[in-house]
C-alpha cells in the first residue's frame, strides 16, 4: 500500500463524543504538517492541535498526534524518575534463589556478565545495550531536550540529541526484558523458591514510568517545539 494518498486527519478533543473531519478551508490559519499512518501508510494533512485535541487517521482511526497540556513536563518528569530507578535497578539484588539449602542472589549486572563468562559476549553485549544502555541514554536525552523545551531556550545540539533519542528507543527492550522475567520466573518457582530483591522492583518502576513518558512524548509536536526554540 503506497503513501500516495493525501487526506486530512480527524481531529478528537477530549470529552466531545463526536469526531469531526477538518475542512481545508479551516486550516488557511494553522500550519499543517504531513504525516504518514504507522499504520496503514496513508499520507495524512494534520493541523496544529490545541490544548487535549487528537489527530486520528481517517482511514484506520490510529492516534496520529496528541497534545496533552503539560506534556514535555511530565515527560521531564517521568524520565528522570525512571533514570533514578534504573540506577536503583542496577545497585541492588536482582532475584533470589534457595533450594536444597543453598542460596544465591543475582543483580541485574551479575545477569548480563554471566553471559560473557558462557562465552556469549556478543548476546552480553545486546542484552546491556537493549536493557540498560539505550534506556538510558533515551532518559538522559529526553531530560536534556525537555528542559531546554521548558526553558523556551536552545541548548548545544538539541535537535541532533533529540533525533538520536527517537532513533534509539525502537531499540530499548526494557518490558520485553521484564515480561521475559516474569515467565521464567513462574518456570523457576517450580523448581527453587524465588525472592524478588528491591532492584526487580526498581526496574518494574522504572519501565512504567519510562512507559508513562513515552506515552506523552508526542513527536510532531516536539520537533515543533524544538524548531521553534531557534527562533525564540
Ligand atoms: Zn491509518
Given at each position: 500500500m503506497g503513501a500516495n494518498i493525501?487526506?486530512?486527519?480527524?481531529?478528537?478533543?477530549?470529552?466531545?463524543?463526536?469526531?469531526?473531519?477538518?475542512?481545508?478551508?479551516?486550516?488557511?490559519?494553522?500550519?499543517?504538517?504531513?504525516?504518514?499512518c504507522h499504520e496503514c501508510d496513508l499520507l495524512i494533512d494534520v493541523p496544529a492541535l490545541g490544548i487535549r485535541e487528537k489527530a486520528f487517521c481517517p482511514r484506520c482511526?490510529?492516534?496520529?498526534?496528541?497534545?496533552?497540556?503539560?506534556?514535555?513536563?511530565?515527560?521531564?518528569?517521568?524520565?528522570?524518575?525512571?533514570?533514578?530507578?534504573?540506577?536503583?535497578?542496577?545497585?541492588?539484588?536482582?532475584?533470589?534463589?534457595?533450594a536444597s539449602g543453598q542460596e544465591r542472589t543475582v543483580s541485574l549486572v551479575q545477569s548480563i556478565t554471566i553471559l560473557v563468562t558462557e562465552k556469549l559476549p556478543s548476546l552480553g553485549l545486546v542484552v546491556f545495550a537493549s536493557i540498560i544502555f539505550i534506556p538510558a541514554m533515551f532518559l538522559v536525552a529526553m531530560i536534556y531536550v525537555m528542559t531546554a523545551v521548558g526553558r523556551q531556550r536552545?541548548?548545544?545540539?538539541?535537535?541532533?540529541v533529540l533525533r538520536s533519542?527517537?532513533?534509539?528507543?525502537?531499540?530499548?527492550?526494557?518490558?520485553?526484558?521484564?515480561?521475559?522475567i516474569l515467565?521464567?520466573?513462574?518456570?523457576?518457582?517450580?523448581?527453587?523458591?524465588?525472592?524478588?530483591?528491591?532492584?526487580?522492583?526498581?526496574?518494574?518502576?522504572f519501565t512504567f514510568c519510562m512507559s508513562v513518558a513515552v506515552l506523552h512524548l508526542d513527536r510532531r509536536e516536539i520537533w515543533q517545539r524544538v524548531k521553534s526554540l531557534d527562533h525564540v
Open positions: 493525501s487526506d486530512i486527519a480527524l481531529i478528537k478533543k477530549k470529552n466531545i463524543a463526536t469526531e469531526a473531519r477538518i475542512s481545508i478551508g479551516t486550516l488557511r490559519s494553522v500550519e499543517a504538517a504531513k504525516m504518514v482511526n490510529y492516534l496520529l498526534a496528541s497534545n496533552h497540556p503539560h506534556a514535555h513536563a511530565f515527560v521531564l518528569a517521568f524520565s528522570a524518575c525512571a533514570l533514578l530507578f534504573l540506577l536503583l535497578a542496577i545497585t541492588f539484588p536482582f532475584l533470589g534463589f534457595s536552545s541548548l548545544p545540539g538539541t535537535p541532533a533519542a527517537l532513533l534509539m528507543l525502537p531499540w530499548s527492550m526494557a518490558e520485553i526484558f521484564l515480561i521475559g515467565v521464567s520466573f513462574i518456570k523457576i518457582s517450580s523448581i527453587a523458591d524465588v525472592s524478588l530483591g528491591l532492584s526487580f522492583w526498581s526496574y518494574v518502576l
